[in-house]
């Protein structure tokens, strides 16, 4: 880290120099009044306070031009240019009108043009620090995507390096990785809505069951893998799903949201929200059903979400919300290679099933304990189940009915993260110390047995008490303290030093049935039962540290190192699957991030970018290959065998930029046309393997090229949008298995997307439309080892959507 640092500092000490400037902003009101003027430089979070006679002074800044925005509450927002200089400094004046509008008749036509749908988040929010950290903010509302479906491919388009996995038509479950990290139930990142876990079980079973609706997202938070030391152990980093709230200029408002889509698809959205006096209030219910393209594809989903906040005087708030997620989903299973080239639309299961009952609830507490120290507690609950049933042999086998598998998850959690936050300003440039605390108390109970043979969703044991499978509690706790600091040591030079103690505690206890079947008949040769328990305590220290440049208001330099640490999944101590075989002794994956990057806009403001380098090292990577073993009886079978198989090295340039042609050429046109650009790059080799097959192989579920491209329009009321996407080829376990007769191993082939969506707003109504693989191509972007397969799961075919929104 050293070494970084020093590298860092002279590359960029050699070429860019801060200067002192500054300017004087005089602002006048329309009517007397003494509320608080603020302003702040664009993209940046500097900002300045007038003083008793109304003027603002700026200082410390790059000489040159300057966008300013300046906020009084109660009046309209302006935003100027200025040309700063070293002394003396250049004045300036600006008069603010007060906000006078018509709550009912009131209509936005035009778009903030310099979003384009996606933003960074400031350096200090009132719940984390940011700066020198690769980040993307998602604003859903402004992005040309089908948000009924939830549809990862539109929605992440502008996020370098996003993998999606894609499972069903509804958008039922999420599945999106980062720089080359599985994308399974997004389970390489640290899930969480409104800054709280929504995950099954954040160390030992991170696996995100739950998606929140984006109908009801304000926006979408992804920090990467240097968000462990303020957010936990995962290498992906941090996602974040900001939920709305109540609209603060109503008392009342509701929206409804009417889909209807190809192969029976209806979706519903209904949102009430609104403020009076001191509370703010915003709720939804969600529903959802479909068929599928594929036969035994059927689902219906049902969600509920309320949220109720009040403010304590003019220093504190408390907010409340409870989230509620059901969803029962038919499952048609996997494929072999030769049927999916056949007929991708056959399926040869028609007794699986799937459901998920997901309950959380959080309260937040927000208070101002001194002028510059703020504190941030968030407590939560989870309590939620998931259940998989059916036919979980190989593919390769007929389901002949009789009685099925059930695989029955209950995870019931507790957890508290606190935060305080110390501000100060040097010579007007901001800075800032965060501390912070997590308590967390899992408690994970996994069973496994035989379910009664019918064809419906009976979620039922033969044996509740004598399970034929396996029966295992997974408490775990864990304690965490983590600090980091953002320290000017310029106008232009920041520094971000952190670290994060954890201690982790994990335990298992319970029992397992080994049952020995012929490789080919599946016939029952013997059976056993075994009593087992782990315990395992770790004691974790991470470290890490980020620079910041900043002297242009456009353009930001950054780099950081940070440790990463990922605990072994409870699925990685015992899962009774016939399809994989777990390997004793497994340890956790450990290793650290680097990143080296720029984002900004250039050209007069008309392209914005975000670019950067990124190498990541991983040890002790668990994977999967396929292996020969022997059972009791003597009999040799090839089987998926998880393990701990080598250290991986990650290289990776990622590159997104966004166009702006009416900007460039238009720039007083009343309508905006935008093209971007999205690329991902990445290496991913296995290193010191004990086995050579290994060493140099490709890591599973990593393209080479990860290419995206579209062109978004709109003028006044009407929007539309157009995308493209390439993903190259991927494998699907560490021997680089080109084929295997169950589907559960192989290549998984390249592919090219194309996806359009339109939408036209009239006062209270808005229409949407989307068309979802345009060419409707087929392809496939999973090979499941276990539900909702085993084999090759097709991705969804061309798709037809609209939706009518009212809002009152």
């Not at 408390?318 to 989903?329: E, G, I, K, L, Q």
């Not at 007069?604 to 994977?623: C, E, P």
């Not at 109504?765 to 087929?778: A, C, P, R, Y």
């Amino acid at each position: 880290m050293r070494l970084i640092a020093i590298l860092l500092l002279i590359g960029f000490a050699s070429l860019l120099r801060a200067q002192d400037a500054g300017v004087n902003v005089r602002v006048s009101l329309e009517k007397k009044s003494s509320v608080k003027i603020e302003a702040f430089i664009d993209n940046t979070d500097r900002n300045f306070q007038a003083n008793n006679e109304n003027i603002i002074e700026v200082r410390n800044v790059e000489p040159g031009t300057h966008t300013l925005t300046i906020f009084a509450e109660g009046y309209q927002s302006r935003s100027m240019q200025v040309e700063a200089s070293a002394l003396p400094y250049p004045s300036f004046n600006m008069a603010l009108m007060e906000v006078s509008f018509d709550l009912n008749e009131i209509e936005v036509i035009d778009a903030d043009r310099s979003s384009l749908g996606m933003a960074h988040l400031k350096y200090i929010e009132v719940d984390g620090l940011y700066a020198a950290k690769k980040n993307e903010i998602v604003l859903p509302d402004e992005m040309a995507a089908n948000r009924s479906t939830n549809n990862s491919r539109q929605i992440f388009s502008k996020v370098a390096g996003v993998n999606v996995q894609e499972t069903d038509a509804g958008g039922l479950q999420m599945g999106i990785g980062v720089r080359g990290l599985d994308p399974k139930r997004t389970t390489n990142f640290n899930t969480r809505q409104d800054g709280y876990d929504i995950s099954a079980d954040a160390l030992g079973y991170p696996e995100s069951y739950y998606t929140p609706p984006i109908e009801a997202v304000e926006k979408i938070e992804l920090v990467r893998g240097a968000a462990s030391l303020q957010y936990g152990t995962q290498f992906g980093g941090l996602l974040n799903f900001k939920m709305k709230r109540g609209n603060e200029q109503k008392a009342l408002e509701v929206v409804s949201r009417q889909t209807v889509g190809s192969y029976n698809y209806f979706g519903s959205f209904n949102s009430i929200g609104g403020s009076a006096g001191d509370w703010n209030y915003y709720a939804y219910f969600q529903h959802k059903n479909g068929n599928g393209w594929r036969p035994n594809t059927d689902f219906v989903s049902n969600g509920f979400y309320a949220q109720v906040g009040r403010k304590l005087g003019d220093k504190w708030s408390v907010d409340m919300a409870f989230t509620h997620n059901y969803y029962n989903t038919q499952q048609a299973g996997g494929l072999t290679d030769r049927q999916f080239e056949t007929d991708p639309n056959v399926s040869f299961r028609d007794r699986n099933w799937f459901r998920v009952n997901w309950n959380v609830a959080n309260v937040t507490i927000n208070g101002q304990l001194t002028k510059n120290l703020s504190i941030n507690s968030k407590t939560f609950v989870l309590s939620s189940s998931r259940a998989a049933l059916g036919f979980l042999g190989s593919i390769t086998r007929i389901d002949t009915g009789g009685a099925r598998d059930m695989i029955l998850g209950e995870f019931n959690n507790l957890g508290n993260e606190t935060r305080l936050i110390q501000r100060y300003n040097r010579n007007g440039v901001p800075g800032a110390i965060i501390i912070g605390s997590r308590l967390y108390q899992g408690d994970t109970r996994n069973r496994q047995g035989k379910a009664k043979g019918f064809d419906g969703p009976d979620y039922t044991f033969i044996n509740p008490e004598n399970l034929e499978g396996s029966d295992f509690d997974f408490p775990s706790q864990n304690a965490a303290f983590f600090a980091e600091a953002l320290v000017p040591l310029s106008a232009c030079w920041f520094l971000t030093p952190g670290m994060r103690f954890e201690h982790i505690s994990t335990h298992s206890e319970g029992y397992y049935t080994e049952q020995n079947r012929h490789p080919i008949t599946g016939e029952l040769l013997s059976q056993n039962s075994f009593d087992a328990a782990t315990n395992q305590e770790r004691n974790i220290l991470l470290m890490g540290i980020g620079f910041l440049w900043r002297c242009r208001t456009d353009v930001e330099l950054y780099a950081n190192a940070s440790q990463n640490y990922r605990a072994m999944n409870f699925s990685d101590i015992y899962v009774n699957n016939p399809n994989i075989v777990i390997a004793p002794g497994m340890q956790d994956e450990k290793g650290f991030t680097i990143d080296l990057g720029a984002k900004g806009k250039l050209f007069k403001r008309v392209m914005s970018f975000d670019a950067s380098l990124f190498m990541m090292q991983y040890r002790n990577r668990i994977g999967e290959t396929l292996t020969t073993i022997e059972n009791q009886e003597g009999i040799k079978r090839i089987v998926n065998y998880r393990d701990n198989i080598a250290d991986a090295l990650f290289v990776g340039v990622e590159l997104v930029e966004e166009i702006d042609f009416t900007q460039w050429l238009f720039p007083s046109a009343p309508w905006q046309l935008t093209w971007f650009n999205n690329i991902a790059l990445v290496e991913a080799r296995y290193q010191n393997a004990e086995a050579d097959l290994f060493n140099g192989n490709r890591v599973e579920n990593v393209p080479l090229v990860n290419y995206k491209t579209g062109i978004n329009f709109k003028q006044g009321r009407f929007a539309s949008g157009i995308q493209f996407s390439w993903v190259g080829n991927q494998y699907t376990d560490a021997s680089n298995a080109e084929f295997f007769p169950d589907a559960t191993v192989g290549t998984i082939p390249s592919c090219q997307v194309m996806d359009a969506s339109l939408s036209y707003t009239m006062k209270r109504f808005k229409l949407e439309g989307s068309v979802n693989n345009i060419t409707d191509q087929i392809y496939f972007t999973r090979r499941a080892t276990g539900y909702p397969g085993p084999g090759i799961i097709p991705a969804q075919r061309r798709m037809f959507f609209m939706t009518l929104e009212v809002k009152i």
